[in-house]
Nanobody, 122 residues
Framework: QVQLVESGGGSVQPGGSLRLSCAAS????????MGWFRQAPGEERDFVAY????????SHARPVKDRFTISRDNGKNTMYLQMNSLKPEDTAVYYC???????????????WGQGTLVTVSS
């Protein structure tokens, strides 16, 4: 069984940056699609980005495109989300997910981390 642990969340002012990490243990995820999702209070879990096993194929949701960048280091079994120009509407719990297809739907991912909170406020 694989365990996913997110880190790097916190509080930041609008316009600031954060880098989230998702470290996997228990099994190599180097052959799997991985993704980031986020969930604001009272809202559904929304797609943020996904990345192919090799890292060559990436997709970002429209609200974060050109501000967020997903990446991965298979040698470290770790995925990242670089978040720049953060806005208050980016405030949410961010989850990493693995083993999904090339999908923007949360139901297509089998493994999930516990989430890390990102708060963007002045």
């Amino acid at each position: 069984q694989v365990q996913l642990v997110e880190s790097g969340g916190g509080s930041v002012q609008p316009g600031g940056s954060l880098r989230l990490s998702c470290a996997a243990s228990g099994r190599s995820l180097s052959t799997y699609v991985m993704g980031w999702f986020r969930q604001a209070p009272g809202e559904e879990r929304d797609f943020v980005a996904y990345i192919s096993a090799s890292g060559d194929l990436r997709s970002h949701a429209r609200p974060v495109k050109d501000r967020f960048t997903i990446s991965r280091d298979n040698g470290k079994n770790t995925m990242y989300l670089q978040m720049n120009s953060l806005k208050p509407e980016d405030t949410a719990v961010y989850y990493c997910a693995a083993e999904g297809r090339y999908s923007t739907r949360a139901v297509d991912y089998d493994e999930w981390g516990q989430g890390t909170l990102v708060t963007v406020s002045s």
